[in-house]
């Protein structure tokens, strides 16, 4: 039988790993979500792949340089994924509207359609300290 601050730390140890893998399972399930396939018969992660290889000819360096530093406030674990979701969306819409190139104003756009809406407020503080007018983009917080 265990006793004293050993029993107590086993305890700890034991809700320490539930909750450990609780958390990693939320995250695999929400992964493993995303990867199933739609009536379409692709994914939602097949159809971001999609966009932004069609539209990796429209990215300038102007372009790539303007979304790499408004993402640059996302922690950088998750920096490379937040970014291919981005340019998933910039190239979803670059591809609908038939764009030449895509433009600080599509790449704006496609940041704030594919930025969740608890997030708005700290994308309205980078676009405001990169000095972007959010007016004319107002319709899409």
Do not use: C
């Amino acid at each position: 039988m265990l006793h004293g601050w050993f029993l107590w730390f086993i305890l700890f140890w034991i809700f320490f790993l539930i909750f450990s893998f609780g958390i990693g399972g939320y995250f695999m399930f929400r992964k493993f979500l995303k990867k199933m396939p739609k009536e379409d018969g692709k994914s939602v992660m097949d159809w971001e792949e999609h966009y932004v290889n069609e539209s990796l000819y429209l990215w300038t360096d102007e372009t790539k340089a303007l979304l790499n530093d408004l993402v640059s406030p996302v922690p950088e674990l998750f920096r490379d994924v937040a970014k291919h979701k981005i340019a998933g969306k910039i190239g979803e819409l670059a591809l609908k509207e038939n764009a030449q190139e895509i433009s600080e104003g599509l790449v704006i756009r496609g940041y704030i359609q594919a930025t969740p809406k608890r997030d708005h407020k700290f994308l309205r503080k980078k676009l405001f300290d990169n000095k972007i007018d959010v007016a004319p983009y107002e319709h899409l917080f």
